[in-house]
């Protein structure tokens, strides 16, 4: 930097954290020593007084510091650009957009958001217009053109977002989607002799030995995954053969979860899914009918309630044969009163036993 800036430097140098010394070391490289990564200490520290305070510490105004830092900027960029480029991705992903699908609709959900609620909708439409393939089936990346055949994951976290997705604006057409790719999982990629769900298709290339994961890492491992799609299909659709692939997937996978439990939170996640009494909450009427109720609702964590915010006579089990205006809480296919209010909502909610309990 005090090659590029000379006399500029200080100001950029104390602006961004570096040190003589480095003010970072990487713990699994030793033999790299101690390096100085680019930062902004005062910013952290101060957040937006942070300008006015490095410019007292170098006895400059503000806008003599801004000034300064734009032009080291500038400087630093040319002499990066110097330099050979590190390469770059830029395909699209179909299972992590699944997973930012699910992303978004919680948010907009939980938050009462519209912009994030938008952004799911605008997301789920990319995905059916561009990565769905041929007899439904996911494409698995996009650089230009959708391409290569999808993966279990593809499958599966798509279908997974379009769940939150359902749950977040009740459009019964993203659960059915949902439905669709459960079937084509359950074609494609499960395997009832061994009782696991394969990452890639039977149609597939050929390989020399088929994958199963059951360990998470950056996300859900592909049988954790399956295994709680499945049962969401089995809570919304009163699907049991979905309900027994989980139950089977969780099986198969016991000693594995017993040995590392820390690896297989995922399966963990979908052992305790399967555990719980079967939750349903209803929330049915107009968008404006629904809107206080939904708000009560998403006040609480009920990660495994199904939850429908639909017209009244949609055509899904939890929405029959019962008017709207009103949320519906049912365990065990047990109903409770009608609740016409949130703080009715929220009294069947702790009725029921879905609420925490506290202590008196």
Partial sequence: MRAVLESGAEVALTAFGVTEHGNFADPHRPDAGRRSVLWQPYQAMHGEAGTGELARDLGLSPTEVSERLEQARQALLAA??????????????????????????????????????????????????????????????????????????????????????????????????????????RQ?????????????????????????????????????????????????????????????????????????PHGLGGLWWAQAFASAPLQELAVLGTPTERRSLEREAAQHFLPFVALSPVTAGTALPAAAERPGGAAYVCVNHACRLPAASPEALREQLALAGLLPQTLS
């Fill in 80 to 185: 990066r650009s110097t330099r050979p480029q590190p390469g770059t991705d830029h395909k699209i992903l179909t299972s992590w957009n699944g997973l930012t699908l699910a992303a978004l609709a919680d948010a907009a959900r939980i938050l009462d958001d519209a912009h994030w609620l938008e952004r799911a909708r605008e997301l789920a439409g990319f995905l059916r217009a561009t990565m769905r393939g041929p007899q439904g089936r996911m494409l698995h990346s996009f650089q230009g053109v959708a391409r290569v055949s999808g993966l279990l994951e593809d499958h599966v976290h798509t279908a997974l977002g379009l769940v939150a997705l359902f749950q977040a604006r009740g459009d019964l057409a993203d659960l059915l989607w949902a439905r669709e790719l459960w079937d084509i999982i």
């Fill in 188 to 260: 494609d990629f499960w395997d009832e002799e061994a009782g696991q769900f394969w990452a890639t298709g039977g149609d597939a290339e050929t390989l020399v030995a088929r994958q199963a994961h059951a360990f998470d890492s950056a996300i859900l491992s592909d049988n954790a995954a399956g295994a709680q799609l499945a049962l969401w299909m089995h809570r919304y659709f009163a699907d049991e053969a979905a309900l027994g692939v989980a139950q089977r997937t969780i099986s198969t996978f016991a000693a594995e979860m017993q040995a590392t």
